[in-house]
């Protein structure tokens, strides 16, 4: 029997779905995703031997995980300041899981009472001093010979917040249809965004070989590597 | 351990790994890379050392660098094992060891590269994902298929390569599989494969180097390889072969221009372009082995520009060039003299021609026209362009460079001329042009080194003032003495022979079809293959000190035995790691040419 789709249905498959199948295939035609891929893959080892060392904290990082595939489809698609938010997300969310780690009264408290989610990464820099110099050099004593200067990684996490931030409040510039309303493939801001993407990614990944001084994996030692804030 | 210079000047492409590929590329030619990757068929046209490897292979790196964005395979596929399968008589015609052979490397190299270049950590990501979304993980079931293909065919073409085989009517028995026997039967069914190939995997297309595709195979093998060549065009198949010129057999199926578009790696002493390009080559090469070696070839500015000049655009002579002063120790020296380099190239080209007396037992089949072109070129064509220029000085005129030859002349006798454009003596320029009374003629240069050596140009300088006219430049004809003679005496005749072992009838005359005296088919008399004719040469061509010559000779009597060997085989006292690989490579090249 010939399926019929209704009304409704067909102007979303036609008009929202198509168009969005379309950017796919152009953004998946004019761009290479060796890079992405293989680091999205040393992301998700990250969230994996987390969660092997701590189950609990591994529940955020499947949250993680989510916000990672759901901004790369975003931006596949053409959505690239809602896929540049989400990346925010994971930042934030990251940061929290590494500061959970070492805080789990704190993180049974956030569970057990719901409290409100107020540890952002700008928070976490600037009252706690996470993963300023001080912080890593008592989990990391030689941290001073590794890092490219001083405070480089928290500096590196606030710069890298601040971008994103900007995305997610709308700064002028970071706004992306003030040419006119129109959905397309767009290579400048696809690779804008990829940058983005690669910047968090790396990032959360010096967290992670910092503070379990493992440098097993080469993908993960690689991403952690673009950033260029420590020596690995 | 010191750095040796040979290291960086090393002769041949094949030598070079990818990142010395790489770091000693130099941008020349980028036009030529977009080609060989684009989706039409080239024929890559130059002489030896010109630098056809170096660009097929940089063209195929740099597609392996963009394969995540373009999905366009290229792959590198050398013949130089080809000389092997000669040893192979075909009796069955329906299968034909030099076309299963030639299948199947380039499907294992096609599959090879399909699975290199996939990331390792495709397969981790997907069942990662397949976890998050529910689904199977899938390798798919054509993946598997062609990881199976590819182990059965790397044992097949090692089988081809060095089994036991006398004759085709053997190789049904050892076929790998019923599947890969219905794939490499025909070159249709290749293609069909080749096809499916790239659907499964979604490739944009293939691009298929072939390199030595014509020096290595025999003279009915290029024929063969041509015509599978033509069958292999598809929109998503783009072949490329990197052929010399005029020696080439293209058989009677393929039409060059029409089959194969021509890419020609041209070169001209008087183009700073063309200089510059042979300079940079051998800037990054001297100055990665030693600052001051670079120091000494520049100071004075005719030194290098002499050697680039000499070099007639091939990278192979200039590095031969600055080996050869290395070998007089003229780096030991504060200065080097432009008397020295001319020595030098005395000395590099007086080696050419000995190089030239042994391409007869390599290209058995031009033996003759080896021993009439070596003669032509040093009794009759290098004085006389000496004796014109002398006149030309006189009176102030310009200078010649190279001659005019007419195509009757060229009809009549190619391949004279095509083997001394083979070994780089000289370079023809194939577009005609008017040479007057009616004929027409193609101008053909002589090697710069040659016009040093043999002063027909005394200095540098002079090079400006040579002129292609046709009234500054010398013309040969068919009514030239030299060359009647040569046309008269150089008549290549095919001979014919009767089918039947147990009659011994022969002869030219090649409307005869059937044997006159016992009626059985005639058939054309097949020269005696190469591979047994280099197989047979002995050990002392691979040029080793006398020493390990000897040592060798204790245990292998020619340089096929060599060939075969394994590298545990050759290893014996004296003779470990460096220079096993060194001798076995040495007989690998012997082999290849």
């Not at chain 2, 590269?113 to 994902?129: F, G, Q, Y």
Request: glycine share 4%; charged share 25%; proline share 2%.
């Amino acid at each position: 029997m010939t399926r019929v789709l209704s009304y409704t249905k067909a102007t979303f498959n036609e008009q929202i779905l198509k168009p969005i199948n379309l950017i796919h295939k152009e953004t998946l035609d004019d761009n290479d995703f060796t890079e992405i891929l293989t680091y999205l893959n040393a992301f998700m080892l990250i969230g994996e031997n987390i969660t092997c060392k701590n189950a609990r904290i591994g529940e955020l990082w499947n949250e993680i995980i989510s916000d990672t595939l759901a901004s790369l489809c975003s931006a596949s698609s053409g959505f690239y300041r809602s896929a540049i938010i989400v990346l925010r997300s994971i930042l934030e969310l990251g940061c929290n899981s590494f500061f959970y780690y070492d805080h789990p009264i704190e993180y049974q408290m956030f569970k057990q009472e719901n409290l409100k989610a107020d540890k952002y990464v700008s928070t976490l820099v600037n009252d706690y001093s996470f993963f300023a110099t001080k912080y890593i050099k008592t989990f990391l004593p030689e941290i001073e010979d590794k890092q490219s200067s001083i405070n480089s990684v928290s500096d590196f996490l606030k710069k890298n917040y601040g971008e994103l931030s900007d995305s997610l409040h709308g700064r002028y510039n970071n706004l992306t249809k003030t040419d006119g309303l129109q959905l397309k493939y767009d290579k400048v801001w696809f690779k804008r965004y990829e940058k983005h993407f690669l910047s968090v990614l790396s990032i959360l990944a010096v967290l992670y070989v910092l503070r379990f001084k493992d440098t097993s994996d080469a993908n993960i030692k690689s991403l952690a590597k673009k950033s260029k804030v420590v020596s690995i | 351990m010191n750095k040796s210079l040979g290291d960086y000047i090393v002769d041949r492409t094949e030598s070079l790994d990818d990142s010395f590929i790489t770091d000693y590329f130099i941008g020349h030619n980028k036009d030529l890379i977009i080609r060989l990757l684009d989706s039409e068929q080239y024929l890559l046209e130059g002489s030896r050392g010109i630098g056809k490897t170096m660009l097929m292979r940089i063209a195929e790196l740099q597609s392996d660098a963009n394969f995540g964005k373009s999905s366009i395979l290229s792959v590198w596929v050398s013949f130089e094992e080809s000389i092997r399968i000669e040893r192979i008589k075909v009796i069955d015609s329906t299968v034909d060891p030099f076309l299963q052979w030639t299948m199947g490397k380039i499907l294992i190299e096609v599959l090879s590269k399909i699975i290199d270049l996939k990331p390792t950590c495709v397969d981790e990501l997907s069942a990662r994902l397949a976890n998050i979304f529910g689904n199977a993980v899938d390798v798919s079931t054509s993946q598997k298929k062609y990881q199976h293909y590819t182990k059965i065919l790397s044992e097949y073409i090692q089988v081809l390569e060095k089994g036991d085989i006398g004759d085709s009517k053997i190789l049904s028995k050892i076929a790998p599989s019923p599947d890969l026997t219905k794939i490499l039967d025909n070159p249709t069914s290749f293609k069909k494969f080749l096809i499916e190939l790239i659907k499964d995997f979604e490739l944009e297309r293939v691009i298929l180097l072939f390199d030595e595709a014509a020096h290595v195979f025999s003279y009915t093998q290029q024929e063969k390889f041509f015509t599978f060549f033509k069958t292999l065009r598809h929109p998503r198949i783009a072949c490329k072969a990197a052929v010399y010129p005029g020696i080439t057999n293209y058989g009677k199926y393929f039409e060059k221009g029409q089959d194969a578009k021509e890419l020609r790696l041209t070169w001209d002493f008087n183009n700073t372009q063309d200089i510059k390009y042979i300079k940079d080559i051998l800037k990054k090469r001297i100055q990665s082995f030693d600052l001051e070696y670079w120091n000494k070839l520049t100071i004075n500015t005719a030194i290098i520009d002499a050697i680039c000049v000499c070099s007639n655009g091939n990278p192979r002579l200039a590095f031969h060039i600055v080996d050869n002063l290395e070998n007089e120790k003229v780096f030991k020296q504060k200065n080097i003299s432009l008397q020295q380099v001319i020595n030098s190239v005395r000395s590099v080209i007086e080696n050419k021609w000995r190089e030239f007396s042994t391409l007869k037992n390599r290209l058995a089949k031009y033996k003759t026209s080896i021993e009439v072109a070596e003669d032509l070129m040093k009794y009759t064509i290098i004085p006389k362009t000496r004796e014109w220029n002398n006149k030309q000085r006189t009176t102030a005129k310009s200078l010649s460079a190279g001659f005019y030859l007419s195509t009757n002349v060229y009809d009549n006798i190619s391949q004279v001329f095509d083997v001394l454009a083979y070994s780089s003596f000289v370079s023809i320029d194939y577009s005609k042009k008017s040479v007057g009374k009616g004929l027409y003629g193609y101008y053909v240069s002589i090697n710069p080194s040659i016009l040093f050596a043999d002063l027909i140009l005394r200095e540098l300088g002079e090079i400006k003032l040579v002129s292609k006219n046709i009234r500054a430049t010398q013309g040969y004809y068919t009514t030239t003495t030299e060359i009647k003679q040569l046309i008269d005496n150089l008549k290549i005749e095919n001979e014919y022979r009767c089918s039947n072992t147990n009659c011994n009838y022969t002869t030219n005359d090649e409307t005869f079809t059937y044997c006159p005296k016992c009626a059985n088919k005639m058939e054309l008399t097949e020269p005696e293959s190469l591979y047994k004719i280099l197989r047979s040469h002995d050990i002392e061509n691979l040029k080793f000190s006398n020493k390990l010559t000897n040592r060798l000779k204790d245990k292998f009597s020619n340089i096929g035995e060599i060939y075969d060997a394994d590298i545990d085989v050759i290893r014996m006292k004296y003779i470990q790691d460096v220079r096993v690989e060194k001798i076995k490579n040495a007989a690998i090249e012997y082999m290849a040419g």
